[in-house]
């Protein structure tokens, strides 16, 4: 009965966050299209940073600059970037200065880029992201027509193996699972947010109120700390569905997903340890178990109204994965990989907290630093 309950109220959250969570492309032109900075950082991305800066570079937007930081990168990503930068008037190249003890890598090479920007709007986007000619003059309406300190959009994340498929649509099923948009969007609690560090466009008086990148120096999930400061100083914070005009690919295998995913999610809850053992207990008893009932009811017999609830469950459970993967673009099958997409998350999470607080995440070749513990 407990998991029914949660399922429909997981359900209901997410149907109101289908129809509240705006595309990209379907708010009106804005009235003005001001000067807007586009920031990359860049480490060790020779695999991606061609897509991407060509797509920038592609945009239909007057009045705009890019600014791409390679951050100490060991790779071929700066001898790309010079290639690329060859008669581009608006594409400016930084190399990166040594990383200070005190900061994360991705918030030092952001600080650094903001430094360096000159526009009213900064626009940091990670370096596997792909862009269509669109993308600066759809999120510049966004910002115009909620008047938003902050835009923050989910990009279409590409998942292509089957590895991708068992842990990317985590990310899709949580956002449009984890809190009402409309309530998050009235309320100024911090905790009401989701910030993609993929995409954040920020009006530029509001990131220097908060203190910019510097407030969040050693944060590893920088992004979110990012919105719950927006929303802790009265600013006005929005998420959006970028996935009309903005595509990423996070990882390309199991093993990468597994790492990264590692890497964020313990920080993405803020270190709150009590939450780790919270949300995997709900996933195993959402999730796991109500479908390894009905199999093991095929075999044993069990009393029959525990294998109707558990059947209630499992087709729950389904609609709520179905809506997600449809909203996001996802492949149809993969609501049916919900109950090992969940068990994998389980290992992730309880992973993540445990390589964090032993101080033993890393990630491009860096060392993340360990937080305090919070219950």
Not at 101 to 108: E, N, P, S, Y
Not at 159 to 173: D, H, M, S, V
Not at 267 to 288: D, E
Not at 295 to 303: D, E, G, H, M, T
Request: charged share 20%; net charge positive; glycine share 6%.
């Amino acid at each position: 009965m407990f998991a029914a309950l949660a399922l429909l109220y997981l359900l209901g959250v997410q149907l109101i966050n289908f129809f509240s969570l705006k595309k990209l492309g379907t708010f009106p032109a804005a009235p003005d299209y001001p000067f807007v900075s586009v920031l990359v950082p860049a480490r060790n991305e020779e695999r991606n940073i061609e897509k991407c800066v060509q797509s920038l570079c592609a945009q239909d937007y007057p009045n705009y600059e890019i600014l791409v930081l390679d951050d100490g990168s060991e790779d071929q990503t700066w001898p790309i970037l010079t290639r690329l930068a060859q008669g581009k008037a608006n594409l400016r190249l930084l190399e990166g200065r040594p990383l200070p003890a005190d900061w994360a890598g991705k918030c030092w090479a952001c600080h650094q880029l903001a430094e360096k920007a000159q526009g009213e709007f900064l626009l940091f986007v990670d370096a596997d992201t792909v862009h269509a000619p669109a993308m600066l003059r759809t999120v510049v309406d966004a910002a115009r027509f909620y008047q938003a300190d902050l835009v923050t959009g989910l990009p279409r994340e590409r998942a292509e193996t089957f590895g991708e498929l068992l842990t990317i649509p985590l990310i899709n099923w949580g956002i449009s699972a984890a809190l009402p948009l409309p309530l998050a969007f009235a309320l100024p609690a911090p905790f009401l947010s989701i910030t993609v560090g993929q995409f954040l466009c920020f009006r530029r008086e509001a990131y220097a109120r908060i203190g910019g990148h510097r407030a969040v120096k050693d944060h590893v999930c920088e992004d979110m700390a990012l919105g719950r400061l927006v929303k802790a100083k009265g600013l006005r914070w929005r998420l959006v569905d970028a996935g009309p005009v903005v595509q990423c690919r996070m990882y390309t295998n199991l093993r990468e997903a597994v790492d990264g995913l590692s890497k964020t999610l313990f920080g993405a809850i803020n270190f709150r340890l009590g939450l780790v053992f919270l949300f995997s207990l709900l996933l195993a008893v959402l999730f796991c178990l109500p479908p390894w009932l009905v199999l093991k009811s095929i075999v044993v017999p069990l009393p029959r109204a525990l294998v109707g609830q558990a059947g209630t469950a499992l087709v729950l459970a389904f609609l709520s994965w179905a809506i997600a993967s449809l909203r996001f673009r996802l492949p149809w099958y993969t609501a049916f990989l919900y109950p090992l997409i969940s068990g994998l998350s389980i290992f992730i999470f309880l992973r993540s907290a445990y390589l964090t607080l032993t101080g033993r995440v890393s990630w491009k070749g860096r060392r993340l630093g360990r937080p305090k513990l919070r219950w």
